[in-house]
């Protein structure tokens, strides 16, 4: 009798342990924020505005997401339409500390939404996929990624596709 109750604690302890270690996102989808005014630390143009609000089209389908961004205005302005639409908490990352956004990332199950900037978030796609990805210009607003777990993989590195906006 001893030994079944040592069996099934083990069993569920590994059980445990399995689903952290294979916790992570099916999808994470990385955007640079929506177009910006000129000025120190500026918020998102009428455009940006129309482009962050169309952003909700592509995530209708999800009964939940996990939405991070950087403490920027533009960042958090583009964000502000998922998180309305979502009613859940923007998750600030520190932009200069992308190591610790990944590790974050990587607990997480679901649906992942990262909006970041033009320097990062090529560089976020590159720590995430083990892939080099290209430079983002200052003035490319269209582009993004969707990056999914590779099939042998633990969720630890994800296939990374580029795309563009439609809108």
Same mark, same amino acid.
């Given at each position: 009798?001893?030994?079944?109750?040592?069996?099934?604690?083990?069993?569920?302890?590994?059980?445990?342990?399995?689903?952290?270690?294979?916790?992570?996102?099916?999808?994470?989808?990385?955007?640079?924020?929506?177009?910006?005014?000129?000025?120190?630390?500026?918020?998102?143009?009428?455009?940006?505005?129309?482009?962050?609000?169309?952003?909700?089209?592509?995530?209708?389908e999800y $009964?939940?997401?996990?939405?991070?961004? !950087? =403490?920027? &205005?533009?960042?958090?302005?583009?964000?502000?339409?998922?998180?309305? %639409? #979502?009613?859940?908490?923007?998750?600030?990352?520190?932009?200069?500390?992308?190591?610790?956004?990944?590790?974050?990332l990587l607990?997480?199950?679901?649906?992942?939404?990262?909006?970041?900037?033009?320097?990062?978030? $090529?560089?976020?796609?590159?720590?995430? !996929? =083990?892939? &080099?990805?290209?430079?983002?210009?200052?003035?490319?607003?269209?582009? %993004? #990624?969707?990056l999914n777990?590779?099939?042998?993989?633990?969720?630890?590195?994800?296939?990374?596709?580029?795309?563009?906006?439609?809108?």
């Amino acid at each position: 009798m001893n030994n079944k109750i040592i069996l099934a604690i083990t069993f569920l302890v590994m059980s445990f342990n399995c689903s952290l270690v294979f916790a992570a996102p099916d999808e994470i989808y990385l955007f640079r924020h929506s177009e910006k005014l000129t000025g120190k630390n500026p918020a998102l143009s009428e455009v940006g505005k129309a482009r962050a609000n169309n952003l909700v089209t592509f995530f209708k389908e999800y $009964p939940n997401i996990h939405i991070f961004s !950087s =403490n920027y &205005k533009r960042t958090l302005q583009t964000a502000a339409p998922l998180q309305a %639409y #979502f009613n859940t908490d923007v998750n600030v990352y520190n932009a200069g500390e992308l190591s610790d956004l990944k590790n974050e990332l990587l607990k997480l199950k679901g649906v992942v939404v990262v909006i970041g900037h033009s320097n990062t978030t $090529p560089q976020l796609a590159e720590l995430l !996929s =083990n892939e &080099k990805v290209p430079a983002m210009s200052e003035t490319q607003f269209t582009q %993004y #990624f969707i990056l999914n777990k590779k099939l042998s993989s633990n969720g630890s590195e994800y296939d990374v596709t580029h795309h563009k906006m439609s809108f």
